[in-house]
């Protein structure tokens, strides 16, 4: 299976396709302000978590940009989201760019990316 992420008109698309080219499942996360995907890791079970940065409040919100990671099934259902941040903006630049990575650490993610000109680590449980 192959999982894709990206923004569509200001919400975070989320695309799985089975090795044959077929569309497995797709799912649209929207907030009220813009909101783009940047990673995908794959987890247990044929889970997978997306990363990203948001401007609307899928958890709990501190400001500007956000960094998320949200928690999908192997069938594309949302299961868990965190989100993480300073009151500037955080996993974007300046031109509204991604700028996040993610990787998979035991039960944990770590996410790495810049946040208003410093460059952040965090670790979460998708």
């Known amino acids: 299976m192959v999982v894709a992420t990206g923004a569509a008109g200001g919400d975070v698309l989320t695309t799985a396709y089975s090795s044959g080219g077929t569309q497995r499942w797709r799912t649209v996360t929207a907030g009220r302000g813009a909101d783009a995907g940047a990673?995908?890791?794959?987890?247990?079970?044929?889970?997978?978590a997306v990363v990203g940065f948001t401007s609307s409040a899928f958890g709990v919100p501190a400001g500007g940009a956000d960094v998320f990671a949200l928690r999908?099934?192997?069938r594309g259902k949302q299961q868990a989201v965190a989100q993480l941040g300073t009151?500037?903006?955080?996993?974007?630049d300046e031109f509204g760019e991604e700028n996040l990575y993610a990787v998979r650490s035991g039960e944990h993610l770590l996410i790495t990316g810049?946040?208003?000109g410093d460059v952040f680590v965090a670790e979460v449980e998708p």
């Open 39 to 48: 990673e995908v890791v794959a987890l247990a079970g044929g889970e997978v």
């Open 72 to 74: 999908l099934s192997s």
């Open 114 to 116: 810049r946040t208003s």
């Open 87 to 92: 009151p500037r903006d955080d996993g974007a």
